[in-house]
């Protein structure tokens, strides 16, 4: 019952915006570390940002800090990511994790190894 469920990934030109949503169900994601990460065929899989559950701080890669936003809804116990000027290098599966093993090293976003809550992933394709 314990899932995360990411949405709203698509085909968008260069330039475009789009906003994934991370919902959770069987447990509250107002008490978890949330983060979202992506990753591009052929790359690593990088953090893009995440949220800190008892600060509500908030990370993000140097690649899109500026442009992208994650915020909290804790009323749908859902996290989002508006992603703004996208670009070709956006390209990639984005998925959310939850859990205490989120955490960051020098302001970056990581996944730790462990018991983290994993979504399916949500395809983003910017091209024109």
């Known amino acids: 019952q314990v899932q995360l469920v990411e949405s709203g990934g698509g085909l968008v030109q260069p330039g475009g915006s789009l906003r994934l949503s991370c919902a959770a169900s069987g447990f509250g994601l107002t008490y978890s570390n949330v983060g979202w990460f992506r990753q591009a065929p052929g790359k690593e899989r990088e953090g893009v940002a995440c949220v800190g559950a008892t600060d509500s701080n908030t990370y993000y890669a140097a690649s899109v800090k500026s442009r992208f936003t994650i915020s909290r809804d804790n009323a749908k116990n859902t996290v989002y990511l508006q992603m703004n000027s996208l670009s070709p290098e956006d390209t990639a599966v984005y998925y959310c994790?939850?859990?205490?093993?989120?955490?960051?090293?020098?302001?970056?976003?990581?996944?730790?190894?462990?018991?983290?809550?994993w979504g399916q992933g949500t395809q983003v394709t910017v091209s024109s």
């Open positions: 994790a939850a859990g205490p093993l989120i955490t960051t090293i020098r302001s970056m976003c990581v996944a730790a190894q462990g018991i983290n809550e």
